[in-house]
């Protein structure tokens, strides 16, 4: 709460700058780049982007998701590090074993966890990009075996088994005493018993979009949770109001209002735990399989050493995005020269907060009356 509340703001320092033409000068505040700050990420997101460029194959990729059923979320926020492992490890099992029965092979996926819903409300998913495909190993050497554009795997099986499996493990860790159940309040044999009940959802999507657009798709989240500014549509005294998209009405476009104290409680049940990673590689994805990844490389015809992804520099990544060739360092002051630092500074307090916070204010008079 406190980087993202100091973001940007005296609070947390940062960078004056100097004009290399009419030598003026302002102040410039870092960024948090805490991984949960709206206000943060977007460059990290899209070097994250272009290092997954390294295990992209001339191949469909297919979007697939597990979901558990939502009587366990009172569980799950008094476990979230357990049952966050649970779910990625019995996912992740399960989609190689399937890799190994109808492909016969090694497959390749990445995964992003989320553990919200439109409305910011708890609903835990993993989101998977997998290989349309499998590297099969054989005595004469390697050999790619694709899957079908319309099948991958039997999604009604995978769902039952993927139910099966982790309840029993989750069974498992109650019986050893490893859950934590609130004090007795949380019923962990009800929940498992209804809980097997239900039908799970598995969901395997047709490729219908290059794996770039999957790839962005995952990274939409990565450096940020829950909700972005641009959702957000007005905030009232003590109410703030987002659009959301109502998946039971078609995805039609919707308006939520909520206190503000729900509204930032919605947002900060979705913060992880400290060190807890969201983005896994698995198979021919992880950096332990690189060699077999070579190897899927020569078997679809590509050179068998892995691309060389250069680090993006940030000046081209901003003129991209703003289609624009100026350069963001331009002077606003006489549009000429270079703001350049010339020193930086910590955290501001007393009569130096007020001098940057008087000279802040002047300045956006100046611009408003130029």
Not at 51 to 75: E, G, M, R, S
Not at 94 to 110: A, H, V
Not at 295 to 324: E, N
Request: glycine share 6%; proline share 4%.
């Amino acid at each position: 709460m406190s980087a993202i509340l100091n973001c940007r703001t005296p609070a947390l320092g940062g960078v004056m700058k100097e004009c290399s033409v009419c030598k003026k000068w302002e102040f410039h505040f870092k960024a948090c780049k805490n991984r949960h700050c709206p206000q943060c990420g977007a460059f990290e997101k899209a070097q994250w982007l272009e290092a997954q460029k390294k295990w992209l194959l001339p191949i469909h990729y297919y979007h697939v998701v597990f979901t558990i059923d939502h009587v366990f979320n009172p569980l799950v926020a008094f476990n979230q590090k357990l049952l966050f492992k649970l779910f990625i490890d019995t996912a992740a099992q399960l989609l190689k074993e399937f890799g190994q029965t109808y492909l016969g092979g090694e497959i390749g996926f990445s995964m992003v966890l989320h553990t919200w819903g439109q409305t910011m409300q708890d609903h835990l998913h993993l989101h998977f990009i997998v290989t349309g495909g499998a590297l099969v190993a054989s005595p004469t050497g390697y050999r790619w075996q694709a899957a079908s554009r319309e099948f991958l795997f039997p999604v009604l099986l995978l769902s039952n088994q993927f139910r099966n499996r982790f309840c029993f493990e989750l069974a498992q860790r109650w019986a050893e005493g490893k859950l934590n159940t609130n004090d007795g309040a949380l019923d962990v044999p009800t929940m498992l018993q209804h809980a097997l009940s239900q039908n799970w959802e598995v969901y395997i999507q047709s490729p219908l979009y290059g794996p770039e657009k999957l790839i962005e798709y995952l990274g939409r989240y990565i450096f940020r949770i829950a909700i972005s500014n641009h959702r957000i549509v007005s905030v009232g005294k003590d109410t703030v109001t987002f659009k959301y998209r109502d998946n039971r009405d078609e995805g039609e476009e919707k308006l939520m209002t909520l206190h503000a104290h729900e509204f930032i409680r919605r947002f900060l049940a979705h913060v992880l735990p400290a060190g807890f990673v969201r983005i896994r590689h698995f198979g021919l994805h992880h950096s332990s399989c690189r060699t077999k990844l070579q190897h899927a490389r020569r078997a679809l015809g590509l050179p068998f050493q892995l691309p060389v992804i250069l680090k993006l520099k940030f000046l081209d990544w901003f003129q991209q995005i703003t289609a624009s060739t100026e350069d963001p360092r331009t002077c606003k002051f006489c549009g000429k020269g270079l703001m350049l630092p010339i020193r930086e500074f910590g955290p501001l307090h007393g009569w130096r907060l007020t001098f940057i916070s008087l000279f802040e204010v002047f300045r956006s008079w100046k611009f408003a009356f130029a």
